[in-house]
């Protein structure tokens, strides 16, 4: 697994890492039950706090992509599924039309579900 952080990004590091781990589950390229390295090992590599790292791993642990076994390690959980996709779609497209009906600009409802989130 090759991770960077490019610190002039506008994107926070921890943001970073949980994106490239995150599409390298999708991408099939980490499979299900790999361990991801330590998170004081990959802060260490990437010259970043352990906290951020931390913070992406739990995110990642949040969004079931990955579980962590107390001192066994952090592992990768199977990759979301089709349904899970399409479930999200539709609850999707049910929030946006509820918001149009409102008036409420793009900026206005993404701010309501990133508030919800």
Do not use: C
């Not at 599409?23 to 361990?35: D, F, K, M, P, Y």
């Not at 990437?46 to 107390?70: I, P, Q, S």
Request: charged share 25%.
């Amino acid at each position: 697994m090759i991770i960077s952080v490019d610190p002039a990004a506008s994107r926070p590091p921890y943001e970073q890492v949980k994106q490239q781990v995150e599409q390298s589950i999708r991408r099939g390229e980490l499979a299900q039950g790999t361990r991801l390295p330590t998170v004081r090992q990959l802060a260490g590599d990437l010259g970043l706090a352990v906290n951020t790292v931390a913070r992406a791993y739990k995110e990642l642990e949040a969004d079931r992509l990955v579980e962590t076994r107390g001192r066994n390690g952090t592992f990768v959980l199977a990759a979301r599924s089709e349904i899970d996709d399409e479930e999200t779609q539709a609850a999707a497209t049910v929030f946006a039309r509820a918001a149009r009906r409102a008036n409420l600009s793009l900026s206005e409802a993404t701010r309501i579900l990133h508030e919800a989130w």
